[in-house]
């Protein structure tokens, strides 16, 4: 079965930086599209950023452009999450996301990777 493993949250000091990972398996992974979303508490979960399958194209949010940095392994079949100049509003817990399109959608979540910006 398809699993997505994230790692790399933790707390961490406003400007700040984390790395976050996720592992995929059971999937051929360099045909989904990879995303990273994020849920603060009490607040709904909100897109952060996606990744094609072959890496050349990335689109983010605009609370995280200029400051986080989506890239993907094909090899390894992992992809990354660079975070920098974190700020208190980044706290949440992050998932990553693996949606494939065809004649059927494919649509996979991990079970999330807290991180925590203190001011």
């Known amino acids: 079965q398809v699993q997505l493993v994230e790692s790399g949250g933790g707390l961490v000091q406003a400007g700040g930086s984390l790395r976050l990972s996720c592992a995929a398996s059971g999937l051929t992974f360099s045909t989904y599209i990879m995303g990273w979303f994020r849920q603060a508490s009490g607040k709904e979960r909100e897109f952060v950023v996606f990744?094609?399958?072959?890496?050349?194209?990335?689109y983010y949010a605009d609370s995280v452009k200029g400051r986080f940095t989506i890239s993907r392994d094909n090899v390894k079949n992992t992809v990354y999450l660079q975070m920098n100049s974190l700020k208190a509003e980044d706290t949440a817990v992050y998932y990553c996301?693996?949606?494939?399109?065809?004649?059927?959608?494919?649509?996979?979540w991990g079970q999330g990777t807290r991180v925590t910006v203190s001011s």
């Open positions: 996301n693996a949606v494939f399109r065809g004649r059927v959608t494919h649509d996979y």
């Open positions: 990744i094609t399958g072959t890496g050349d194209n990335t």
